[in-house]
């Protein structure tokens, strides 16, 4: 085991409140404004020069960010002034760490007040090479996730760009090959969408995508309702911790039987495009399996002939129009009748497919990264208190390290 010993953070870092910046006298420029939510902004002047870890100061201790150069701490947070010879990047990892480690008698992490945290009991390596070990180990997870989540932001701006393409600009490929609408196709107009579409095509409502269904909640005074390995039971909630991922397998909760009985709930076949239909509107997620979720969803069963890659897309680019619909005194939610009555236009069925086959490959390959990545982040999660609590040992290379490696 690597040799750990419990000592006072302050003894370790030592934190300081950000400055106050409101954003009237912000001027643009190269350095990061860094508060409690992360990058709020850039400035032209600096107060740190990094590397710099700043994390939150209100309520617990939050997210924590870490930054290579020069940047500005804002007032809402707290940044590491003097990290005392401690590798800083190890020193991210140590404070993101803080919460899922027992580092002390007390049962929570105190409120982000920095002199109680400078008094908190924390594990301690003070050797610096064995730092820099465990962090490249974790450090190396981290950066193969980010690259993950930036080839699927590639993907994701392809695939979208094509839908836009060839059904916002009309400009799918005609029997030559070439531009549709730039070629001179022919373009008729609809009366009842008040513009031209392309000949052939239709006006149509978003229930003609698939069948539209909505959900429930089973009573949650009846533990006997959910279960650890029942049928995935998904809410906005899970949609929010869900973001800029496409696909989703399961929430927090799955129900049982007895559940789906009890709120006569509608199980879902996998590549179900789910929509979030209040608090808020417009999260979304292709499901991987079978599913169900709560009432706040109006979602589509693909049974109509439209492949969920192109639902997906049609909807998401309804989004403005949806909410233009939505009512409702205490949140803003859109109803399933109203979401029936959402314009669209219906391409021939030959473009549809056509536009299927194109972009398949790219969902398959978003879905299979998706995936890798909640592995991987799941791995790191359960190595980084074991790492910092010395659990389990990381060797030291034979050759010297380059510490800002």
Not at 94 to 115: H, M
Not at 281 to 288: L, P, S, V, W
Not at 338 to 347: A, F, G, N, Q, S
Request: proline residues 6%; positive net charge; aromatic residues 10%.
């Amino acid at each position: 085991m690597n040799r750990v010993s419990p000592k006072r953070l302050g003894d370790l870092i030592n934190l300081k409140r950000g400055y106050d910046l409101p954003e009237r006298i912000r001027v643009a420029g190269p350095y990061p404004v860094i508060s409690s939510a992360g990058v709020s902004g850039s400035h032209n002047e600096y107060k740190v020069d990094g590397q710099g870890v700043v994390t939150g100061r209100y309520g617990t201790l939050g997210g924590m960010y870490f930054v290579e150069g020069k940047y500005w701490p804002h007032n809402t947070a707290l940044y590491v002034q003097n990290f005392k010879g401690n590798d800083p990047k190890y020193v991210y990892y140590l404070l993101s760490c803080l919460g899922r480690i027992r580092t002390s008698t007390k049962s929570a992490v105190p409120g982000v007040n920095r002199n109680e945290l400078h008094e908190m009991a924390v594990p301690a390596i003070e050797n610096k090479k064995l730092q820099v070990a465990i962090r490249k180990v974790l450090e190396a997870i981290d950066k193969k996730i980010e690259l993950n989540n930036r080839i699927n932001a590639e993907l994701e701006a392809i695939a979208e760009t094509l839908y836009d393409y060839w059904f916002v600009q009309f400009d799918f490929p005609d029997a030559n090959g070439k531009p549709y609408k730039i070629s001179s196709g022919e373009m008729v107009y609809n009366p009842t969408l008040k513009r031209k579409i392309p000949e052939g095509w239709a006006a149509g409502t978003l229930e003609d995508l698939g069948e539209i269904v909505g959900g429930s909640t089973p009573s949650t005074q009846n533990s006997e309702n959910f279960t650890s390995n029942g049928t995935p039971w998904i809410t906005p909630y899970d949609l929010s911790n869900n973001q800029g991922n496409k696909f989703i397998s399961r929430g927090a909760k799955d129900v049982s039987l007895k559940g789906i009985r009890d709120a006569s709930l509608k199980r879902y076949p996998a590549g179900t495009v789910l929509l979030s239909s209040r608090a808020p509107i417009g999260y979304m997620a292709i499901t991987r399996n079978e599913s169900t979720t709560n009432q706040g969803f109006k979602s589509f069963i693909p049974s109509k002939g439209y492949s969920k890659e192109f639902i997906y897309y049609t909807v998401k680019d309804s989004i403005k129009a949806i909410t233009q619909y939505a009512s409702g005194s205490t949140f803003k939610e859109i109803s399933g009748a109203t979401l029936k009555t959402v314009e669209i236009v219906l391409p021939k069925a030959k473009i549809t497919k056509a536009y299927t086959n194109r972009v398949q490959p790219i969902f398959l390959r978003q879905d299979l990264i998706e995936k890798e990545t909640e592995q991987l982040t799941q791995l790191r999660d359960w190595l980084l208190p074991m790492l910092i609590n010395g659990q389990i040992t990381v060797s030291i290379p034979a050759i010297p390290l380059v510490e800002d490696a």
